[in-house]
């Protein structure tokens, strides 16, 4: 055996690349999130665990007193609030796992490659995106359960959703972790982060709405579907209810609030906030956050200590 | 476990040495190739392959790097020593472009460090003190990464992927995930896949740390193949029997040069006659111990140490 390593080519090349793009470290780095992915059940276990948790247990559960949000079951009214739920755990812990590559782990030698820092960067975000969309879709597993029927045009735009979504929060995360010198736990950014801009994302009540109401779900589709034509979305017994405001500007103010209306528009045809709104924070927030995070990878890079 | 049997490293390489690697008194003997230069720096290649000049760093009021100059020859075998604080890790992380220096110049085969950090990057081979490995990936997969990373073109990167493994005797161990793997394999396949873009200087911080006698043994014989083939070494290292194994050594204290030449030449000048190069080392730094305050990757390790979160 002879040691030929350190004869034969001479250095290294920098990938190749255009404006800072390397298709082949995009991938690589999208790949190793992949890999990741797969090695690790907890995380697939945990998508499971946290969609029969909110969507059977408490969709069921709290679904027997409240009968009905704008004449969609409780399960059904929560289920975009399950899989936004599902997508913030899977971007975020796939971001903060930036923390820990950087200080005992891959990102070091990263860091010394002559691979461009935003190629590295698109690579980890592509892949948190991609995880998001897989866990994010655990919940939709669960709809003949609840009675939602899906369509092929309604998962692929529930997809693009939650990429879109996954990505934003993948960067916004790894914005974060640039900035986190240590990290001992994934409660902090679960109580935080993931808490809160899941809470007050109109994830599990209305913003305004015409809550209880009977029977609604017992009529047939058609009549029910004639019933809403006609603005009506609960018989007898229903009220309206009004968030109090400051939850109502916390609610305006959170990005995830429009995404996850339009993933519930997608979904079951039901929307609380302007489409337009909510079509320009799902896909202009995600390419704004991607630029940030890309420039604090960078950043994180050539600060590191 | 599965460290091969095999002793010696290279039979090629030992050859060149004249015999079986000289690191059998347990004490890590220059061998017979590298000590004919005697540690001069100016029997090495022409142009250094280091050059520091004036290289300082401070975090806000701390000054961890004050002002350092040398240079090392090309081919040449160099450590840096020092007690713990000195500065050895923020030189190597400025001279590696991670720390951008706050004074001072610096340049690795002929490319500056601060305004050519993308040169640097592709000339230099590194190893961190603890391993940057991606313990969910196999050492192939790790190796693979390295690949792309360095822009080794597809059709040549299966042929270094396996000279790597075939190098860091873990072909057999190819497919594991890394997390499984001892201290010692770690460090052979972070060593081997730091070659593996064939760099002109190769970084070693702290290269056996944590390795028990026999993944130390077996790595310095790597690391003094290396050396044979004339690739330019500049290590860290609290090993005093490696330090002077090297051709030239720095002893760094409190961000400053102290003293610098041939473990011989300090020996005789600082120590005397029966003396070694520890007795240098404490002539020159003093008894005083160097405590540390534990440093973010010091809590990360240790918090991985104790199982961890999540984030593995």
Same mark, same amino acid.
């Given at each position: 055996?002879?040691?030929?390593?350190?004869?034969?080519?001479?250095?290294?090349?920098?990938?190749?690349?255009?404006?800072?793009?390397?298709?082949?470290?995009?991938?690589?780095?999208?790949?190793?999130e992949m890999l990741r992915y797969s090695r690790d059940r907890s995380q697939l276990f945990g998508g499971l665990s946290r969609t029969v948790l909110w969507l059977v247990i408490l969709g069921f559960g709290l679904g027997a007193a409240l009968r009905e949000i704008e004449g969609y079951s409780y399960a059904q009214y929560i289920l975009p609030g399950v899989i936004v739920l599902n997508v913030l755990f899977a971007a975020l812990q796939c971001a903060i796992s930036l923390v820990w590559d950087r200080q005992v782990g891959i990102m070091r030698e990263v860091f010394v490659s002559p691979s461009p820092m935003l190629s590295v960067a698109l690579g980890k975000l592509l892949g948190g995106a991609t995880v998001s969309v897989i866990q994010g879709s655990i919940p939709l597993l669960f709809t003949p359960l609840i009675g939602v029927r899906l369509t092929v045009w309604s998962v692929l735009g529930a997809w693009a959703v939650m990429f879109f979504l996954g990505l934003f929060m993948t960067a916004l995360g790894v914005i974060i972790a640039a900035r986190l010198k240590t990290f001992e736990g994934f409660g902090s950014i679960s109580n935080g982060l993931i808490q809160p801009l899941y809470f007050l994302s109109g994830s599990i009540f209305p913003l305004r709405g015409v809550i209880g109401g009977v029977g609604f779900l017992e009529i047939p589709q058609h009549l029910r579907e004639e019933l809403r034509r006609l603005g009506?979305?609960?018989?007898?017994?229903?009220?309206?209810? @009004? /968030? *109090?405001?400051?939850?109502?500007?916390? &609610?305006?103010?959170?990005?995830?609030?429009?995404?996850?209306?339009?993933?519930?528009?997608?979904?079951?045809?039901?929307? @609380? /906030? *302007?489409?337009?709104?909510?079509?320009? &924070?799902?896909?202009?927030?995600?390419?704004?956050?991607?630029?940030?995070?890309?420039?604090?990878?960078?950043?994180?890079?050539?600060?590191?200590? | 476990m599965s460290l091969p049997p095999e002793r010696g490293g290279s039979p090629a390489a030992s050859a060149a040495a004249g015999g079986p690697p000289a690191v059998d008194s347990g004490v890590y003997t220059v061998s017979a190739a590298t000590s004919a230069h005697g540690g001069a720096a100016s029997t090495f290649g022409s142009q250094p392959a280091v050059t520091v000049e004036g290289l300082g760093r401070r975090?806000?009021?701390?000054?961890?790097?004050?002002?350092?100059?040398?240079?090392?020859?090309?081919?040449?075998?160099?450590?840096?020593l020092g007690p713990n604080g000195a500065g050895k890790t923020t030189t190597i992380h400025m001279l590696t472009t991670l720390l951008e220096p706050t004074s001072g110049r610096a340049s690795v085969m002929g490319y500056d460090v601060a305004r050519e950090p993308q040169r640097v990057r592709q000339v230099l081979g590194m190893v961190f003190q603890d391993p940057a490995l991606d313990e969910r990936l196999t050492a192939r997969e790790n190796?693979?990464?390295?690949?792309?990373?360095?822009?080794?073109?597809?059709?040549?990167?299966?042929?270094?992927?396996?000279?790597?493994?075939?190098?860091?005797?873990?072909?057999?161990?190819?497919?594991?995930?890394?997390?499984?793997?001892?201290?010692?394999?770690?460090?052979?396949?972070?060593?081997?896949?730091?070659?593996?873009?064939?760099?002109?200087?190769?970084?070693?911080?702290?290269?056996?740390?944590?390795?028990?006698?026999?993944?130390?043994?077996?790595?310095?014989?790597?690391?003094?193949?290396?050396?044979?083939?004339?690739?330019?070494?500049?290590?860290?290292?609290?090993?005093?029997?490696?330090?002077?194994?090297?051709?030239?050594?720095?002893?760094?204290?409190?961000?400053?040069?102290?003293?610098?030449?041939?473990?011989?030449?300090?020996v005789a000048k600082h120590a005397g006659e029966g003396g070694d190069l520890e007795d240098v080392f404490i002539a020159l730094t003093g008894k005083q111990l160097r405590d540390e305050e534990a440093t973010a990757r010091d809590l990360m390790v240790s918090f991985a140490k104790r199982g961890g979160e999540h984030t593995r």
């Open positions: 055996m002879t040691a030929p390593a350190v004869t034969g080519r001479r250095y290294a090349k920098a990938p190749p690349s255009w404006a800072g793009i390397a298709p082949s470290v995009v991938w690589v780095m999208w790949r190793r009506i979305f609960a018989i007898g017994g229903g009220w309206v209810v @009004q /968030l *109090p405001g400051w939850i109502q500007a916390l &609610v305006y103010v959170n990005p995830v609030s429009y995404q996850l209306d339009l993933l519930r528009y997608v979904l079951l045809r039901f929307q @609380q /906030l *302007p489409m337009a709104a909510n079509i320009a &924070v799902t896909f202009g927030a995600a390419p704004l956050a991607v630029v940030f995070a890309a420039w604090a990878m960078r950043r994180m890079a050539s600060a590191d200590r | 975090f806000g009021d701390l000054i961890a790097v004050d002002s350092l100059t040398f240079s090392v020859a090309q081919g040449e075998f160099f450590a840096l190796l693979e990464l390295h690949a792309v990373l360095y822009g080794i073109p597809p059709r040549e990167r299966r042929q270094a992927i396996e000279q790597a493994l075939v190098w860091a005797s873990l072909v057999e161990a190819a497919d594991r995930r890394v997390r499984t793997f001892s201290g010692g394999m770690k460090r052979r396949l972070e060593l081997a896949r730091a070659l593996m873009h064939s760099p002109g200087v190769l970084f070693l911080d702290e290269p056996t740390l944590g390795l028990d006698p026999q993944g130390r043994r077996h790595l310095w014989e790597r690391i003094d193949a290396l050396r044979r083939e004339g690739l330019t070494v500049l290590m860290t290292t609290h090993n005093l029997p490696e330090a002077e194994a090297c051709d030239r050594v720095g002893i760094i204290d409190a961000g400053r040069l102290v003293e610098i030449g041939p473990p011989g030449e300090l």
